[in-house]
């Protein structure tokens, strides 16, 4: 351990004894100095080592508040915006909407359903920019939660309906920073397409008005690795799994057939095979009271937080199909 810096100060001062030292004790006494100098030096380096370390500790702290402070400011922003834009729907848009294809009036889709987000390419340009903010960290999904829980009560207004895997990994309404009442979520192991699966995606699209289905895989998904681990090992599929790994198989048959990673592969086919079964069914193939309504595939990486879209956009105003 290296001396405290007053004792080296009081080693270092003349001794002040008298009498001219001799040639061999005068040596001894510059080689005692200049350890001891060399010994000071080291000291303060430390202790400068530690004042700098103090300072970009502190400037370190002070820049952490800053940056939540900005955040904060940029999420009051957001959650006024949001605000302003609910106002505004309310003004020109009456509610509850009136029930439709049968199903009772419970609360109708709220002031926003057809305001905003309604036409499919509008709703996931907004679901890709709240995908930007996740990214980036810039998160306003708790932004005036109280204020939307209560505006939720009676009513919802999905922007889109998102049919994903049930990874504890996959938050959609996270992911897409959505508050409450945006998204209506049905989630399934491999995001399949699954008879209740379609039932509920049929209910958001008829009574609440939602015109854009998302199917969503992800990276590494456990239901399609483990799906491939028993193709691979050409064993069965467990009895109680069956329901949920069964559609995964052909999908997974083409991931292993297909060059490079197989896990990938089959995720991104049955992103395909799911779009395209939800596409050929009514009324998700065409339009309901002229609306477009688009399914659109998407594979969520872990890694990176980024959504990327698979095969063609959703249809907007001017390629309104007939259904």
């Known amino acids: 351990m290296p001396l405290r810096l007053s004792e080296l100060l009081e ?24 350890e001891e100098l060399a010994e000071l030096a080291e000291v303060l380096r430390q202790y400068e080592e530690e004042a700098d370390a103090l300072v970009a500790a502190a400037n370190e702290r002070a820049s952490g ?11 009051i922003r957001s959650g006024l915006a949001d605000q302003v834009a609910v106002v505004q729907a309310e003004r020109t848009v009456s509610w509850p909407m009136p029930p439709t294809d049968g199903f009772p ?5 709220g002031p926003t359903a057809t305001s905003r987000g309604s036409d499919p390419a509008d709703a996931l340009d907004l679901l890709l920019a709240g995908n930007k903010r996740f990214i980036d960290g810039d998160n306003t999904t708790c932004t005036d939660a109280a204020i939307r829980r209560a505006e939720t009560v009676e009513h919802q207004s999905p922007i889109a309906a998102i049919l994903t895997c049930s ?9 897409f920073d959505q508050p409450l009442g945006h998204l209506f979520t049905v989630r ?41 681990e028993h193709l691979q090992a050409g064993t069965d599929l467990p009895g109680e799994l069956t329901p949920v790994l069964g559609p995964l ?13 197989p896990i990938t592969n089959a995720v991104e086919a049955n992103i395909d ?3 395209s079964k939800l596409r050929s069914l009514e009324p998700l ?19 990176t937080g980024r959504v990327s879209l698979l095969g063609p956009a959703p249809p907007g105003p001017e390629t309104v199909a007939t259904g």
């Open 273 to 275: 095979a799911v779009t």
């Open 285 to 303: 193939s065409g339009s309901i009271e002229g609306q477009p309504v688009g399914v659109v595939g998407a594979c969520y990486e872990l890694t």
């Open 65 to 75: 508040r800053v940056q939540a402070a900005e955040r904060e400011a940029r999420q």
């Open 105 to 109: 009036d419970r609360g109708g889709a």
């Open 167 to 175: 990874d504890a990994r996959v938050p959609p309404q996270l992911l």
């Open 11 to 34: 080693r270092i001062r003349p001794s002040g004894t008298p009498g001219a030292p001799s040639e061999g004790q005068q040596q001894r006494i510059d080689a005692d100095r200049a």
């Open 249 to 261: 198989v052909e999908p997974c048959r083409l991931g292993l057939d297909r060059p490079g990673d």
């Open 188 to 228: 399934i192991a491999g995001n399949t397409a699954a008879d209740p699966v379609v039932a509920s995606l049929i209910y958001a699209i008829r009574h609440l008005q939602t015109r854009l289905v998302v199917v969503l895989g992800h990276q590494g998904c456990g239901a399609v690795t483990a799906t491939i």
